[in-house]
């Protein structure tokens, strides 16, 4: 059986960045974990997965969460120091 370890491993994402995308696409970590790595492998795509993780801290700041945007926001940090094309890129959109 293949174990969400498993699929972490074939990715270029952490757990923390799978959960964030699981949390912004309202998916399971699993199905987040195929849609993360697929999303980094196109065009923007590393710019597209930064911009859900900030859309997820304004989301976390809006409803007073701020322990889970500071959470984020570390994942933020880390995201952007293991792939810094994501700022460099142009606007997903």
């Known amino acids: ?23 912004h696409e309202h998916m399971g970590e699993g199905d987040a974990a195929l849609f993360g790595d697929y999303v980094m492998h196109i065009h923007h795509g590393p ?3 930064q911009q859900m993780i900030c859309e997820d801290i ?6 007073d969460d701020l322990p889970h945007a500071r959470t ?4 933020l940090r880390r995201f952007m120091a293991a792939h ?4 460099r890129g142009a606007s997903p959109n």
């Open 1 to 23: 059986m293949i174990t969400l370890d498993d699929i972490e491993d074939m990715t270029d994402l952490t757990r923390a960045e799978i959960e964030a995308i699981a949390e």
């Open 58 to 63: 304004r989301t976390s700041l809006r409803k």
């Open 84 to 87: 810094p094309d994501a700022a």
């Open 47 to 49: 710019a597209r997965v």
């Open 72 to 75: 984020l926001f570390e994942v």
